[in-house]
């Protein structure tokens, strides 16, 4: 196996770990009923978000790295694009997730009682929304790397 072909296979692993994990985020705290479910669902969902941060950084490092041995992947389009859109997603985190995520965690924090608030629905709502849109991002990604169109 060559180095290249070491950096494929960490590539694809990572996408495996760290962004199927991604995908199912939102599943896991929709249908939570009380609050304490919906606590513990998002500890359950910031447990995988670790599993998402490293995939999603050796995904990054190694898809960057395969560039510089194979220099003409920043003449492909579909090459060009992927990581355009990769770190588009990626700033989503810190720019439009985390705000929006700020407020569901004080609630979670503060909240009294097992009933979940209204407020929250509504936020999380939002939140989702945009996680979404992430999502979607990511499988346009992965689209573009198997099927390498243009």
Known sequence: ???????????????????????????????ASTMAELKHAFAIRNRLHIFVMVGGTLLLITGLWMGFIHTYLFTEGWYITSLALFLIALAFGPIVLSPRSKPIKAILHNHKGDEIPAEYLLLSKKLFFYERIENSIFLIVIALMILKPF
């Open 1 to 31: 196996m060559t180095f290249y072909e070491l950096l494929v296979f960490i590539h694809i692993f990572s996408a495996i770990l760290g962004m199927g994990p991604g995908f199912i985020m939102i599943y896991i705290v929709t249908k």
